[in-house]
């Protein structure tokens, strides 16, 4: 079964950088699309980006460009998030999740899931 386990969140104060990693098995996952997601306090779930199995393609939503990263390395069946001049509103549980496509940039593409990590930026 596919198991997809997050790292690297943590406490970093607002303007700060922390990157996620995002370890996969039980999938080829050359062939996947990947992508971080975010659930806010009170709020829903929502897309951060995504990138294409082989990397070359990346989608970010609007509040993340120019200051988040994705990226993977398939020799290690793991998907980053760079996250860089971090903002309070970007304290979330950020989630991994694996598409059954190549390419996927919505939601409703992704169906493997992480448990989360839990990213906190204070002012």
């Known amino acids: 079964q596919v198991q997809l386990v997050e790292s690297g969140g943590g406490l970093v104060q607002a303007g700060g950088s922390l990157r996620l990693s995002c370890a996969a098995s039980?999938?080829?996952?050359?062939?996947?699309?990947m992508g971080w997601f975010r659930r806010a306090p009170g709020k829903e779930r929502e897309f951060v980006a995504a990138?294409?199995?082989?990397?070359?393609?990346?989608y970010y939503t609007d509040s993340v460009k120019g200051r988040f990263t994705i990226s993977r390395d398939n020799t290690k069946n793991t998907v980053y998030l760079q996250m860089s001049s971090l903002k309070p509103e970007d304290t979330a549980v950020y989630y991994c999740?694996?598409?059954?496509?190549?390419?996927?940039?919505?939601?409703?593409?992704?169906?493997?899931w992480g448990q989360g990590t839990q990213v906190t930026v204070s002012s």
């Open positions: 999740a694996a598409s059954l496509r190549k390419v996927a940039g919505t939601m409703a593409e992704f169906n493997s």
């Open positions: 990138v294409s199995w082989s990397g070359f393609t990346t």
């Open positions: 039980g999938l080829t996952f050359s062939n996947r699309a």
